[in-house]
């Protein structure tokens, strides 16, 4: 007879982007460690990413379970290109930049002191009411949330509060309280207290408590004074059955992901436009492009330097699958942590899509971190701190000299602790 489980997320396919395929992919192999999945959805939920191609990674073996929600988001953003001067801004675009107007100054603090974790809060009593019931008629006792947004985690809370027998996993894809987007949004100390407060008892209650890197299961353990359980991100194998390395006619650079104004590439473009001044054949060769959205600051500072702007693309977000096809024409992958809070700390996911690729990796930020670690101890790539404009010119160059040589990548075989499969049974030992 198989166990059961529940996953609460506010992510779930059609959404795109690295915080939906965590969960999707533990619920695509649970079954095989038998593990019945159920999984509970908002109905009309609110993202920017949307992937169509990752409905084909559902099990036919998994319950997804989907209620209505009403949030001010919507409404919001409407109202935000409505009297705004962008008429198809883009939630990032609320939270970030140097240059905010006076409408985002406000409604940015508005949404960080008055909706409380987040503006999914409303979503909590009536998930609570239904869940509380749909557990107990189909006899299921183990529940996962995961966050952001952390509102998910207030259902956990809840449901645990009124039946503790009840099994609690609470994942952490990225910080709570000490979280670099509260200061975008201009979080006072009265709300920052509310955070630390309803952080503590998610913390407190749960009987796990899993996190996405090292530095923040030292942080979070810190925090709660008990033991928090490290369950990485990762790729999944099966994407990657096929891939295969087409050699480009251009040295492409590629960055996938979201460029908001807290990522900063400005630093490495630097480099990458003066080497190119200095060596006319990676000037001639050299392309980077920016795979998905892309704050329109950083646009603009592209479009405004011709050095620069005359070597870079910009790609709109693509399916997965058809990700993996960009992977493959690419000649060096691009990870920016610079501007980072607590950037020694952040591994994005597609750092794990990265290593599966074989591919040479650089990226900017801090030199001692758990990426630079993890690139280090695998010997595929670098992380050069941003201010060392010439070293990472000495690594662009290396990197360039070995592909016009045609040297052969290194071997995708040491990734394979970090497969989506492989996670999923360190996870089935959790629960």
Not at 258 to 274: D, G, H, S, W, Y
Request: with cysteine.
């Amino acid at each position: 007879m198989e166990r059961k489980v529940l996953i609460i997320t506010y992510y779930w396919p059609p959404s795109g982007g690295s915080g939906v395929q965590r969960w999707l992919k533990f619920v695509k192999y649970l079954p095989g460690f038998g593990w019945e999945p159920y999984v509970f959805t908002p109905e009309n939920p609110s993202f920017a990413i949307q992937d169509n191609s990752l409905v084909s990674d559902v099990p036919k073996e998994a319950e997804i379970i989907r209620i209505p929600i009403w949030e001010p988001y919507n409404a919001f953003m409407k109202f935000s290109a409505l009297v705004g001067r962008n008429k198809s801004i883009k939630p990032t675009e609320l939270v970030s930049g140097e240059q905010k107007s006076l409408f985002q100054k406000v409604s940015g603090w508005i949404r960080g002191n008055f909706f409380i974790p987040d503006p999914r809060v409303f979503w909590v009593k009536p998930s609570v009411r239904f869940l509380h019931d749909f557990l107990r008629e189909n006899k299921i006792n183990t529940i996962v949330t995961t966050g952001p947004p952390h509102s998910m985690h207030l259902i956990g809370f809840k449901l645990k509060k009124k039946n503790p027998s009840i099994k609690w996993v609470a994942d952490f894809r990225d910080p709570w309280s000490e979280w670099g987007l509260l200061d975008s949004l201009m979080v006072g100390k009265i709300a920052h207290n509310i955070h630390r407060k309803l952080e503590a008892k998610v913390l407190r209650y749960a009987d796990v408590v899993t996190t996405i890197t090292p530095f923040y299961v030292r942080r979070f353990e810190e925090l709660s004074g008990r033991t928090v359980s490290l369950l990485t991100n990762g790729y999944d194998h099966e994407d990657f059955e096929s891939f295969t390395i087409h050699r480009k006619n251009k040295f492409v650079i590629r960055h996938v992901g979201t460029v908001n104004e807290k990522c900063n590439p400005r630093p490495f473009m630097l480099a990458v436009q003066q080497l190119a001044a200095g060596n006319a054949d990676f000037s001639s060769f050299v392309q980077v492009d920016f795979v998905g959205d892309v704050h329109p600051q950083f646009k603009a500072y592209v479009v405004s330097t011709p050095g620069i702007s005359k070597f870079t693309t910009f790609t709109a977000p693509v399916p997965h699958n058809e990700l993996l096809t960009m992977y493959g024409q690419s000649s060096l992958l691009l990870i920016i942590l610079t501007g980072y809070k607590d950037a020694a700390g952040y591994m994005p996911g597609k750092l794990f899509e990265y290593l599966a690729t074989g591919l040479p990796v650089l990226g900017t930020g801090p030199e001692q971190g758990d990426t630079a670690n993890l690139l280090k101890e695998h010997g595929i790539g670098r992380i050069i701190d941003e201010h060392k404009t010439d070293e990472i010119k000495r690594q662009l160059l290396e990197v360039f000299l070995d592909w016009m040589a045609e040297k052969p990548f290194n071997s995708r075989k040491s990734a394979t602790g970090y497969s989506r499969k492989e996670l999923t049974r360190q996870l089935t030992e959790l629960l």
